[in-house]
């Protein structure tokens, strides 16, 4: 089925480092979200984004984060600075229609460890 | 506020045996109800999903029902085979569709 890729698999830094967690979603899908799962618990809502903007957020998508995706390329979340509690693994997903009866495709997943 | 509640926490069924998940919302606004499975180093893949007009849904062994009174659905596997431990998360969204939320999960352990 279509895949959607996240880059790197694993990533350490120290805490108050800038990261940037990238992701290439299935090439004709439109809408793109990041998800946060602790220790293979809950995953979390992040973010989604739409036609190059923010549609939604959560709470845990804090000042810090960001997320683009310039020119069609990969669709990015960074973190600037880093913190310990950011530690976590990241999911990245797309799809062709916002939710709905329309399928999530997530990737692998970034696990982060902010040390 | 937890949007979706699942439960079991964990699970573990004799092969061939049927498993049943469970979850439950609060928010009457979500109209759509699907379920994942999450195998461990992967992502999560949708295996089934339901909308708030039917009542069950039906994929092979897989059968998702949903009762809109109650505000519950659950997931039954009939024939549960050892390739379908993995963690299965219930997720619910509503008719805008921005925010797909997720359960706990229930990591369900098939024993041969």
């Known amino acids: 089925g279509p895949k959607v890729l996240q880059i790197p698999s694993h990533q350490i830094i120290d805490m108050g480092q800038m990261v940037t967690l990238n992701c290439d979603p299935v090439?004709?899908?439109?809408?793109f979200y990041w998800y946060k799962q602790i220790l293979g618990q809950q995953m979390e809502f992040l973010v989604n984004?739409?036609?190059?903007?923010?549609?939604?957020k959560s709470k845990l998508f804090k000042d810090q984060f960001s997320v683009e995706r310039p020119d069609g390329s990969y669709f990015t979340l960074k973190i600037q600075p880093t913190a310990l509690e950011d530690s976590a693994v990241y999911f990245c997903a797309s799809s062709n229609r916002l939710g709905g009866a329309e399928t999530l495709y997530f990737g692998s997943g970034t696990r982060l460890t902010v040390l | 506020q937890q949007q979706v509640r699942q439960s079991p926490q964990s699970l573990t069924v004799w092969e061939g045996g049927t498993t049943v998940l469970t979850c439950s919302y609060e928010d009457s606004t979500f109209n759509y109800f699907p379920w994942y499975q999450q195998f461990p180093g992967e992502g999560p893949a949708l295996l089934i999903s339901i909308l708030s007009v039917s009542d069950k849904k039906e994929d092979g062994r897989f059968t998702t029902f949903f009762n809109k009174r109650e505000k519950k659905l659950s997931l039954h596997i009939i024939d549960s085979q050892p390739g379908d431990s993995a963690t299965y998360f219930c997720?619910?969204?509503?008719?805008?569709?921005?925010?797909?939320?997720f359960g706990s999960g229930t990591k369900l352990t098939v024993e041969p």
């Open positions: 090439s004709n899908h439109l809408y």
């Open positions: 984004f739409y036609n190059g903007k923010v549609m939604e």
């Open positions: 997720a619910a969204s509503d008719a805008n569709y921005n925010v797909l939320y």
